[in-house]
């Protein structure tokens, strides 16, 4: 469809109706939205032998500048909560993609609000431009 546009004269152009698929932008939208990420490289060290290990999906970025958490979305090496991964050696490396934070946010922490005591914790964690994070965690 051809759409005429009356110039500020009596010249009149005529221009193309763009039409943008819905599903073109529903993915466009998702693009933006992966950028956004952040991603948490954790290496976890414990002093057993065997030992096991999962993850809550009460488990957050908090910004230190404000209230808004960014929610865990996915995991890579960790099974979540009701799950356990055995463990031997003393080592284990998982990550965690988490939502975008803020763009005034400039320290966080990453804490697993569970409702029993040794959920992850990492705190004072500084923004870097990448928004991609390694944490050692020590249990």
Not at 121 to 129: Q, S, V
Request: hydrophobic letters at 40%; a neutral charge; one cysteine or more.
């Amino acid at each position: 469809m051809w759409v005429s546009i009356r110039n500020k004269g009596t010249e009149v152009i005529t221009e193309p109706e763009v039409r943008i698929e819905k599903e073109v932008v529903k993915m466009a939208k998702e693009s933006i939205e992966v950028e956004k990420q952040v991603i948490v490289h954790v290496t976890i060290k414990s002093s057993y032998a065997w030992w096991q290990l999962r993850i809550w999906p009460s488990t957050y970025l908090i910004p230190k500048e404000g209230i808004n958490k960014s929610k865990l979305l996915n995991v890579e090496n960790i099974p979540f909560y009701p799950q356990w991964l055995h463990v031997f050696g003393p080592s284990h490396r998982f990550t965690l993609i988490f939502e975008g934070l803020p763009k005034d946010c400039k320290v966080f922490d990453l804490i697993e609000e569970i409702p029993q005591e040794g959920g992850f914790k990492a705190l004072g964690i500084k923004r870097n431009l990448s928004d991609v994070y390694h944490v050692k965690i020590f249990d």
